[in-house]
């Protein structure tokens, strides 16, 4: 097991009618708050409201910013950071999904720095001061409710980059499972596909003989793979949306990351579909990890996907190989069962005219030519995008 | 799943050579430290020095309390706050196990509340200041190092009792797992049983559906029962001591916990026997709880006592109560394969004398007989101390 720091002092806040809470909470920070969300989903199931009739009463001073995109907008974020200095913004309030709170970050941090927004996050690391941040998490899947890191996208130079900051970090976060009643088939799908796709990234880590780590990955992996279906058949099944929310934040809060080594490998692959073809990120990690799975399968790497076949999906076999394969049949059949879209055509992906381009960014833009759990080429992940073209079998 | 709130700040620093950062931590909260530890095993395998030796070239002013032992005792508490207010110490540096933590957060608080320490204790809740406290780790087992509570025994009296407080949470606990190299045998299997028990009691609770914090439950089982042997044969295996040393802190920082209800079963049962006969706490747990399984197995509880059976130890029979029986056999086994011994009599409670005492103070000072998985009398309790006093076989 690697050294590691394991720092996380979010204040969680999980279950229903919590939200009184947040005038106190607010308090603590001040009255000018930035209110933060995306389409306006929040105005149709009558969360808007709830919030605004708590600011109301607690006085606050609010300034919106409404529109934020599924894959958030370093153009967003500029504005953000502009509205943050213009009010005198004390308290970043993020309402909605991943993209929402990560778009708050980098303006929490953007509206207290001297660099040109783009710029902080082609850093890649923030160490400055942030506005204190709060969140009411409305989809489960980023975990970003509960860490430090924002991913941002910039359709100009067809990049999407993770950064991280010390103070990105949530201060409090509101877990309300019911908020999530409302969520689609296709995003609940695909936000439990970004939940198993953080606990498979970790998982697969260059570090040996971390059980404590594993165990609880396995354990939130099961949690998911049970209740999803759950969520799908009744979207208002309160305890399947609360196994859901609570494991997004979990799965990468750090919890199943630290003591571990090495680069993540799908979502490197992944961010470049969604940066050139503006796909749903979950769908696009859900279509690539077990084709990633199956071109990493050797025999250094069977007993570690092996584990994952017998312990998660219960295969009895014993042959690490043949147990490794039934592994990822089942992790692509879960999905499909989950009715989402497994190929790269279905998503509007139709031809491999950016498949090299992709790749090249994919491999300028992380490490995973270096320390991934196998270190994948230009030309490896080609292979990839080329066997997400078309259905997969395993066996 | 039940409302709660998540909010465990301490900074852990896991690893080896982290000491280093100790004066840093230590000057966040001023100069004068309490230095608190046991028996002298530190003095033993060289920690002290190191530890001194960068107190020193701090400058730091260390006042020492030694001796704390294993149930932690009133007294010294109180010597321990007498200490704090005479020398006006700034911060509390514990290093130990458990019992070490436990007594330096109540003396945190006591020194700083106007309350007898024992009032402080039997009010089971305290809600006032406390001395910031920075642990060093050296035994896993209690968790102590990542939560709120501690365990304090009053041998006037006979008892031995849970307070908790929402300052007691350490500011930064120091993990390295090579401090426990030279844990004997006898305590590294109490520890290990400790911490399983901990897991155990969060995971029959009176909540159901709460899969994310039962998988992780599972997880971190799976993770003791794999190192724990490991660990026996080869003591300076850095990662079997770092799997026991996370696994120890995870399992009872509120992790799977949090969002269930009810009242833990073994735990004052066993506190009675620690409190009467000064036994080791992780000895009697482990003792305790394959009976307290088989006490409480029926027809409702089966299905999780067989999904234990099932998810920890891979048992394949389908019919619920065998699948429990083969659990509970397995657990028992398990524990006599750690060399713990397994029947009252073998850590000296060789009648039944104080049984029935025992089991009234266990019902008067928990919410057994109320709120536990299965609620338990006075009579039930004593069942449980009588099938204890025997060697068990379950199938």
């Known amino acids: 097991m690697n050294n590691f720091t394991f720092h996380v002092s979010t204040d969680i806040r999980f279950g229903k009618d919590r939200l009184n809470e947040l005038p106190e909470v607010l308090n603590t920070y001040g009255k000018h708050v930035l209110l933060v969300y995306g389409g306006g989903s929040i105005k149709k199931n009558g969360l808007y409201d709830t919030i605004m009739q708590q600011l109301t009463e607690n006085k606050n001073q609010v300034t919106e910013l409404s ?19 213009e009010h005198q913004i004390d308290v970043i309030l993020a309402v909605g999904g991943g993209s929402v709170i990560d778009c708050s970050k980098v303006i929490a941090g953007a509206a207290r720095s001297d660099q040109e927004p783009w710029d902080l996050v082609l850093n890649r690391s923030y160490q400055g001061s942030a506005i204190p941040l709060v969140t009411i998490l409305t989809l489960a899947a980023t975990g970003s409710e509960m860490n430090r890191g924002a991913v941002i996208s910039n359709l100009e130079t067809k990049q999407k980059l993770g950064v991280h900051g010390p103070n990105f970090l949530p201060k409090v976060s509101f877990l309300d499972p019911t908020t999530t009643f409302s969520v689609s088939r296709y995003q609940t799908a695909a936000g439990s596909a970004d939940i198993i796709s953080h606990l498979i990234e970790n998982y697969f880590s260059t570090t040996a003989d971390t059980d404590v780590q594993d165990g609880v990955a396995e354990g939130l992996m099961k949690a998911v793979i049970k209740n999803l279906p759950i969520a799908l058949d009744t979207p208002d099944d309160y305890d399947a949306r609360a196994n859901l929310m609570w494991a997004s934040t979990l799965a990468l809060n750090g919890l199943t990351g630290s003591g571990k080594g090495g680069a993540w490998s799908c979502h490197p692959m992944e961010h470049e579909l ?8 979950g769908i696009g990690l859900a279509i ?11 025999e250094d790497t069977a007993p570690k996907l092996a584990r994952f076949a017998r312990e998660v999906f219960g295969v009895q076999e014993s042959v690490p190989e ?12 879960f999905f499909i069962s989950c009715g989402i879209p497994m190929t790269l055509p279905e998503v509007g992906i139709e031809n491999e005219q950016h498949f090299e ?12 030519s270096k320390n991934a759990y196998v270190p994948l080429s230009v030309e490896d992940v080609i292979a990839i995008y080329q066997d997400a073209s078309t259905p997969s079998s395993y066996m």
């Open 322 to 333: 043949i147990a490794a394969r039934m592994g990822i049949q089942k992790l692509y059949d």
């Open 274 to 281: 969604s940066a050139f073809y503006d796909i749903t990120h």
């Open 288 to 298: 690539l990890t077990p084709r990633w799975m199956l071109h990493v399968l050797n």
């Open 357 to 368: 381009e992709m790749a090249q960014q994919a491999v300028a833009f992380s490490s995973i």
């Open 67 to 85: 529109g934020v995109d599924p894959n958030p907008r370093i153009e967003t974020v500029a504005a953000g950071a502009q509205l943050c200095r």
